[in-house]
């Protein structure tokens, strides 16, 4: 420890780095967080608050407000605990087993993450839609003369879309966490007497409830603030207060109650994040976290086999078969004879995806799927960085501040409109040099405040859970800072870097609106080629879409995989 | 604390990989600069929705004619993007903007967004068209939301095909029709404005109760209407009547996926059963290029780009000197009575309409 004062002394302004490095730490994601975050919010209330004045405020607000408000906490209530009862044993037997398949079955569950909900709408029309695959099954089999299942346009497809979308979430975070806990913490338990349902109520569960709470807590805000499929899927009957917000905003040119609306959205935020903090100030006893893959195993006995067995069989069933209903659709051909309205005689093709390198029209717009594959990943790799340092930055920042104000401040971006947000990016970053024209890292930018809550909140747990002890010990037997930060934390914290990484990553694959909204016509990612297909009637158009949706899949599924090597 | 400095260099480091995987442009594609050199050539920022579409040798024949570049920044659907440009006005983002249709005319035109521009072209446009008596808002093309129908589904059922709003309330066309939330779709509410039209201010909420009890099936937007409810489309959705456009049937003649003689569709085209959309485009207050920016207003009503249009976005062609191609002829029909409603009372009575129909419809 002399020897590092000593050699400090003699550079008075490395000393000066490291004595107020702890002050400029927590100010770079800040500032990012004002610039990005809270100026744009700022500048629409503002201006909502400034209309609400000089037009007054005609409208029964109570009304307007009280029952999407009801709605969207019940709708986000159920969702969330739907998504937990799939989630927490699928992220069970995908940390403790290892079995034939399992990577692929990890990469797969990944993927609705990313699809725009245009394209689930369709993939759930493919395979539940009155047409859809199960139906003419069962109309076959059980021969009806109406589909049996009538779930479009229901509370029961919302939540079940919530659960596909955001169950990755849990297998991903709480996974992670499983996969480091213990073992021989509860092994101890059971050679005490414990039962196994005991050791999962009072050692277990105790031991995840940080990376729980932090999955609920994301899941829930995602709900909270759905919009495509409340819209798309859930059809006219039900309004979230981001649906609310949409169409007060952009629709009605109502300013003053969309800015409202938004506001008790943000609030809500903040309430739910406090009362996280307070839930997760009960931090368990210490633990020394174990290395990945230390407890994993592949099945033993009848038992174990059937679990893992029917949970991947769960798995496949609920979050893959749309995809594969999706992929399936876009290689099959149904309307070849239909001019002659003669029987559908469905046949395999690889037209749409031949079509996707033909400019049919000579459109300006028209972008080969190579290149929107390219636009895609370059914003994803940006927005991976952009939110993995800021996110990295933050994490250290609360260790050493006090740190619930930060926290919840750090939630509010996922609790914002989107809608809100981008009409305060439209007011404040109109001039140059923060041109919405001249300006492709707006996108980014804005896909990583979004990924930013999901990374502090993934590595967040992880960092805490390393024991100074650990650090201390290193420093004592002669480590500098550096290699303490290089051998101990970058070690235990590799997985959830990781599952940041790959979070961060699909947000901006996937992200739709943030994007057609900043991104110039030039630059269209996956997404918005997809849409640019739907929004003109023909066969070909729908196919395309579907292929190009297929092609956004792989991009997603190929990355993901390579993230996933790269860890190991 | 040397693991801040560590987290610079992470920091730079993931900025420089960014920076370096920074979106590939098509080499076609216009690129903005911020000032332009007297001998370059001046860019013309165009704000338009997303649907908004042209060819490229069209666009590139305006860029070398002027000495131009065309930049396109789109946002959103028709009532998004005329929002953004209405919140934009104080310092604009564009100098043309293009895609306002007369359900949202008054707004534009009450917001002064728009400069006047008296293009000689206009003469070339029937009076019908020019709804801006002052030219801020120029008329570039038309077409009309119609309901079309599933043909294999009528001609299977050996049901006549309905050619009346009032026909559609029949019990023989029960949970046939599908339509768009006109509070989150335009082509919902110019509907909305068609049954308004037709039944008066006092008569439509009574129409849309017998079509809710009807069996109507309500979707918050045309995509989700045509490619996953109407059975017609490759969605094979369970509806065989749908909200949608007149030139729906051609489009589906030009994207087919293998050449086909006739349209899988049709339009319904009785009296009042579909309304007219017409788009305008303007100047935009503010901009620095005033002569520019009406040679491109010129150039969206000429002949040249007038016969690029159908094909591009399927609307028809506000100049009569256009000629319409093959597939509009021959697939597309126009209505001979569609319901008109004048702009300023659509402007003024929209909201309570959309809130009325909200409440009678969905709850």
Redesign the interface.
């Known amino acids: 420890m002399r020897f590092i004062a000593a050699r400090d002394d003699r550079r008075p302004i490395g000393a000066f780095f490291t004595r107020y490095a702890g002050v400029w730490l927590w100010l770079l994601p800040l500032l990012f967080l004002g610039l990005f975050f809270f100026y744009p919010l700022g500048a629409v209330f503002h201006l909502a608050i400034n209309w609400a004045f000089t037009q007054g405020w005609s409208v029964d607000v109570w009304e307007q407000v009280a029952h999407p408000l009801l709605f969207t906490v019940w709708q986000a209530l159920l969702s969330t605990l739907l998504t937990l009862v799939l989630g927490l044993p699928a992220a069970y037997v995908l940390a403790r087993y290892t079995f034939p398949g399992k990577t692929v079955l990890q990469v797969l569950t990944t993927l609705p993450f990313i699809l725009p909900t245009i394209v689930v709408a369709v993939a759930f029309n493919a395979l539940l839609g009155p047409r859809g695959v199960i139906n003419v099954l069962l109309m076959q089999a059980f021969n009806l003369a109406n589909p049996p299942l009538q779930v479009m346009n229901t509370l029961g497809l919302i939540l079940l879309a919530h659960v596909f979308y955001n169950t990755t979430i849990v297998i991903r975070i709480v996974g992670s966490a499983w996969s480091q806990l213990d073992q021989r913490l509860e092994q101890a338990a059971r050679v005490l007497g414990a039962s196994s349902t005991k050791v999962a109520w009072e050692v277990t569960l105790p031991l995840l409830r940080p990376s729980i709470l932090a999955a609920s807590l994301l899941v829930f805000l995602f709900d909270f603030t759905s919009f495509g499929v409340i819209l798309l899927l859930g059809g006219p009957h039900f309004a979230t207060l981001e649906v609310e917000i949409y169409t007060q905003a952009l629709q009605m040119l109502n300013l003053p109650l969309a800015g409202l609306l938004s506001a008790i959205q943000l609030l809500c935020t903040l309430l739910l994040t406090v009362v996280y903090a307070r839930l997760g100030d009960k931090q368990p006893i210490p633990l020394i976290p174990r290395l990945q893959g230390e407890g994993t195993r592949p099945p033993r006995g009848w038992r174990q086999k059937l679990l893992v067995a029917g949970m991947a069989a769960v798995l496949l069933a609920l979050l893959v078969s749309p995809l594969a209903a999706l992929a399936l659709r876009s290689v099959t051909r149904l309307d070849a004879n239909r001019g002659e309205r003669g029987p559908v005689i469905p046949g395999l093709t690889l037209d749409y995806y031949r079509q996707l390198f033909i400019n049919q029209q000579d459109s300006i717009f028209y972008v080969p799927p190579v290149q929107a594959a390219r636009n895609s990943l370059a914003y994803a790799l940006a927005t991976t960085g952009l939110s993995l340092s800021m996110g990295f930055l933050a994490v250290y920042a609360m260790r050493t501040r006090s740190r619930r104000w930060m926290e919840a401040l750090f939630m509010l971006p996922l609790g914002a409109s989107a809608v809100t947000l981008g009409l305060g990016f439209i007011l404040v970053f109109n001039r140059p040099p923060l041109d919405v024209r001249s300006f492709p890292w707006l996108v980014p930018v804005a896909h990583s405040l979004v990924a930013l809550p999901f990374v502090v909140r993934t590595l967040q747990p992880v960092l805490l859970s390393i024991p100074g002890s650990l650090r201390q010990a290193a420093a004592v037997l002669g480590a500098s800072p550096w290699r303490v930060w290089l051998e101990v934390d970058l070690p235990v914290m590799l997985r959830a870097v990781l599952v940041s990484a790959i979070l961060s990553f699909t947000i901006s694959l996937g992200e739709f609106g943030a994007t057609s909204f900043l991104a110039r016509p030039e630059y269209p990612t996956l997404p918005i080629a997809i849409f640019r297909f739907l929004s003109l009637p023909g066969a070909l158009n729908y196919g395309q879409a579907l292929a190009m949706a297929t092609v956004l899949m792989a991009v997603c599924g190929i990355s993901i995989l390579i993230m996933d090597k790269m860890s190991v | 604390?040397?693991?801040?400095?560590?987290?610079t260099i992470?920091?730079a480091a993931?900025?420089l990989?960014?920076a370096c995987?920074?979106?590939?442009?098509?080499s076609?594609?216009?690129t903005?600069t911020?000032l332009p050199t007297p001998s370059g050539p001046v860019t013309l920022?165009v704000m338009t929705h997303?649907?908004?579409?042209?060819?490229?040798?069209v666009?590139a024949a305006f860029e070398q004619q002027n000495n131009a570049k065309l930049?396109?920044?789109?946002?959103?659907d028709a009532?998004?993007a005329l929002?953004?440009a209405?919140?934009?006005k104080d310092?604009p983002?564009a100098d043309v903007f293009y895609g306002v249709d007369n359900t949202f005319l008054s707004?534009a035109l009450d917001s002064d967004i728009y400069e006047p521009y008296a293009s000689p072209l206009l003469s070339s446009i029937p009076a019908e068209f020019k709804l801006d008596p002052q030219n801020r808002a120029l008329p570039v093309d038309f077409g009309d939301v119609c309901i079309n129908y599933d043909?294999?589904f009528f001609?299977?059922k050996n049901l006549p095909i309905p050619q009346t709003l009032e026909d559609l309330a029949k019990p023989e066309y029960h949970s046939m029709l599908v339509t768009e939330?006109p509070?989150?779709s335009s082509t919902g509410l110019v509907f909305l404005l068609a049954t308004i039209a037709h039944f008066g201010q006092n008569g439509y909420l009574d129409y849309w109760k017998t079509l809710r009890d009807n069996g109507l099936?309500?979707?918050?937007?045309?995509?989700?209407a045509?490619?996953?409810n109407f059975?017609g489309?490759?969605?094979?959705?369970?509806q065989p009547l749908v909200v949608?456009?007149n030139s729906?049937p051609a489009?589906?003649v030009?994207?087919?996926?293998?050449p086909?003689?006739?349209?899988?569709i049709g339009s319904i085209l009785g009296k009042d059963t579909c309304f007219r959309q017409i788009e305008f485009v303007g100047i935009l207050k503010g901009t620095q290029h005033l002569a520019l920016a009406e040679k491109f207003v010129d150039f969206m009503l000429g002949v040249k780009f007038q016969e690029d249009m159908p094909?591009?976005m399927?609307v028809y062609p506000t100049n009569t000197q256009a000629k319409l191609p093959d597939v509009f002829t021959k697939f597309a029909q126009l209505p001979a009575q569609p319901a008109i409603l004048d702009p300023a009372v659509i402007a003024k009575n929209r909201?309570a309409w959309?809130k009325a129909w909200?409440e009678v419809v969905?709850k």
Do not use: C
Not at chain 2, 1 to 7: G, Q
Not at chain 2, 21 to 26: D, L, N, Q
Not at chain 2, 71 to 76: N, Q, R, V, W
């Open positions: 604390m040397r693991i801040s400095r560590l987290i992470f920091l993931a900025l990989i960014g995987a920074a979106p590939a442009a098509p076609v594609a216009p903005q911020a920022t997303d649907s908004f579409a042209a060819s490229k040798e666009i930049s396109f920044l789109k946002s959103g009532g998004a929002n953004r209405i919140l934009s310092s983002l707004r043909k294999a001609a299977q939330n509070a989150t099936v309500v979707v918050d937007g045309w995509e989700a045509y490619y996953t059975s489309s490759s969605g094979k959705g369970a949608s456009y729906s489009a589906e030009v994207y087919a996926t293998t086909i003689a006739e349209p899988p094909l591009q399927f909201d959309i909200s969905l």
